[in-house]
């Protein structure tokens, strides 16, 4: 069975410092992972994905996550936050192997970027 | 492009009632998913059509949840008999294909609509 951990309920940073919000996962072959962002009031948004290749993914708004097979981690990052990424934000994971399309999300993580 | 919509975007309702839920994904998707989401938490998969056909139905959690999308685009969420734990937000996603007999499952990302939130009173 397929899960993914985000160790934070909530991540505080300061408007213009560099943040993380954390991920790992678990799977029994080699993975696919996403980045959702979810605003109030709206749908899911998606932010990024990693399928192989390079293991920093770039995304939209200017993040970015960095895949860690060893670590069974992709942590989203952003260089310099926004008030505006204040957010509620989603990790999930697929498999690759078999027939499973579905999506199993973490239970997400709230980033408040604050002045 | 227009995206996922759901309707009705809010629907309450009285324990042992039927409700049907209604999904229209984005054109040309041919995968459409219906995932879950309780107060608190991450969404959780239901059901995954590839087509018409329910592909995957392991998330459903009993027989009052139902799911059909007769030709390939519209699907309908249906749940019998309404209990107050069935109090949520249903959201629904599409996606390109999602599996190929060839090359096995792809990796298209799911675009969700912004869901409808089910009050079971």
């Known amino acids: 069975a397929q899960s993914v951990a985000q160790p934070e309920d909530q991540v505080n940073v300061a408007e213009g410092n560099p943040l993380t919000v954390k991920c790992t996962y678990s799977?029994?072959?080699?993975?696919?992972l996403f980045w959702y962002v979810q605003y109030p009031n709206r749908g899911l948004q998606f932010l990024l994905k990693?399928?192989?290749?390079?293991?920093l993914v770039k995304g939209s708004y200017g993040f970015e996550a960095e895949f860690n097979k060893s670590q069974t981690s992709f942590h989203l990052k952003k260089p310099s936050a926004l008030v505006s990424d204040s957010a509620l934000y989603f990790c999930?994971?697929?498999?690759?192997?078999?027939?499973?399309?579905?999506?199993?999300f973490g239970t997400g993580t709230r980033l408040q970027v604050t002045l | 492009g227009a995206g996922v919509s759901q309707t009705p975007s809010n629907k309450v309702t009285e324990k042992g009632k039927y409700v049907e839920l209604r999904c229209d994904p984005i054109?040309?998707?041919?995968?459409l998913y219906w995932y879950r989401q309780s107060l608190g938490q991450g969404p959780e998969f239901l059901i995954y059509?590839?087509?018409?056909?329910?592909?995957?139905d392991s998330g459903l959690p009993n027989d009052r949840f139902f799911a059909v999308r007769p030709e390939g685009s519209v699907s309908t969420l249906k749940i019998q008999r309404t209990e107050r734990g069935d109090s949520a937000v249903y959201l629904c996603?599409?996606?390109?294909?999602?599996?190929?007999?060839?090359?096995?499952?792809?990796?298209?990302?799911?675009?969700f609509g912004p869901g409808t939130r089910l009050t079971v009173l």
């Open positions: 996603a599409s996606s390109l294909r999602a599996f190929s007999s060839l090359s096995g499952p792809s990796y298209n990302e799911q675009f």
């Open positions: 799977v029994s072959g080699n993975p696919y």
């Open positions: 990693y399928i192989t290749g390079d293991n």
């Open positions: 999930a994971v697929r498999d690759r192997t078999g027939t499973a399309s579905k999506l199993t």
């Open positions: 054109s040309g998707h041919t995968a």
């Open positions: 059509f590839q087509g018409t056909g329910a592909a995957d």
